[in-house]
């Protein structure tokens, strides 16, 4: 009996269609479909091994960081680092950039990574998931610098998404297709190939408990939602790779816009806004910080943080008419 279409198997069928591709992403993603089946194990088990619960160290951020955080990031680290597909990384739980150690050979590309978003929601056993990005890198020394490309040089881009079922979600620039692993077998499989997200959609996603602090074009915007006709309905897990999933395959927008308190927004450029971006965009939807396109922001730093509006195109559009139209 055929077990379906593997994601190596997909891979080395992308890569025959697209000549001129390498074995490299094959390679690479052979790595992060490793750390992604032992993540998943210790997330569908973390009520039951003495991992839940804050690690009692801070990020960049200071934000607490919880045990499984540590866990996921380590694991990554660990699967990509020998692979000689990799010439640096960088963490959203990592100050600085990580340079792979020089026991191992050093290939062409840079991974970038939030190891485990939406960590807050660890212990009430709330999806949570891992978002990647795959730049190239030019040959010798790599330095923070080299990952601070816009979102339009990423090579690839995806999410692992640890919910009901394990997903991989990933565009390599030829569409967006999805996979679920398959515990029996220990294999992801394709579910979801050649993912297109609708063109305008009825879910709005945004932390309305930040409406006090909302500039003016975000509440005119929520407020439209909810009076006009159109039954917008609100969906809102506080795990973005959670609400950006389901907004990808029913249609909608989520919005984690600039306000008051976070002039930049909170989530962050390089590891979160561009891999969903690319993504997005590869769906046939739009992302943009309210003014310009995501991926067409030049970085300044690597854990700087945008404002974020993803999802459906004409609900982005329309969000963005509504921001420029009240630009404070
Ligand atoms: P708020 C989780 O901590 C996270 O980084 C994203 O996964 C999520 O979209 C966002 O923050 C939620 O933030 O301020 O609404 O709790």
Redesign the pocket.
């Known amino acids: 009996m055929s077990i379906g279409m593997t994601l190596t198997k997909f891979l080395l069928e992308e890569q025959r269609r697209h000549p001129g591709s390498t074995g490299n992403f094959t390679a690479i993603f052979s790595d992060l479909v490793t750390a992604a089946k032992v993540i998943s194990r210790e997330v569908r088990r973390a009520g039951l091994i003495d991992i839940l619960g804050a690690s009692g160290n801070s990020n960049i951020h200071g ?1 607490e960081v919880q045990k499984l955080d540590e866990l996921a990031n380590e694991t990554i680290i660990r699967a990509m680092e020998h692979g000689g597909h990799l010439s640096a990384m960088a963490s959203e739980e990592m100050d600085d950039i990580i340079h792979v150690d020089g026991k191992y050979p050093r290939g062409c590309y840079l991974l970038l990574f939030d190891p485990l ?5 660890i212990d009430v056993n709330v999806s949570v998931g891992t978002i990647f990005s795959i730049l190239r890198c030019q040959d010798g020394k790599v330095t923070t610098a080299d990952f601070l490309k816009p979102g339009v040089e990423q090579v690839s881009a995806g999410y692992i998404l640890y919910g009901s079922s394990t997903m991989m979600v990933y565009t390599t620039g030829h569409g967006v297709h999805g996979f679920t692993l398959d515990p029996s077998v220990g294999e992801f499989l394709l579910s979801h190939p050649d993912i297109r997200i609708p063109e305008k959609g009825k879910i709005f996603s945004i ?1 309305e ?2 409406s006090k602090h909302w500039l003016p074009g975000t509440g005119a915007y929520v407020e439209k939602l909810k009076s006009d006709g159109k039954d917008y309905t609100a969906r ?6 959670s ?1 950006f999933h389901r907004n990808l395959l029913k249609g909608g927008i ?1 919005l ?1 816009p600039a306000d008051k308190k976070s002039r930049n927004g ?2 962050r450029l390089l590891y ?1 806004a561009n891999p969903l971006s690319f993504i997005v965009e590869q769906a046939g939807g739009r992302s943009s910080n309210g003014v310009e396109r995501i991926m067409e922001i030049r970085p300044g730093e690597l854990h700087q943080r945008t404002p974020l509006i993803i999802g459906s195109k004409a609900d982005v559009e329309e969000a963005e008419s509504f921001w420029k139209a009240h630009i404070a």
């Open positions: 934000e978003d939406g960590s807050s929601n932390n408990g930040n809102y897990v506080g795990s973005l790779v609400d989520f984690y909170k989530l979160e």
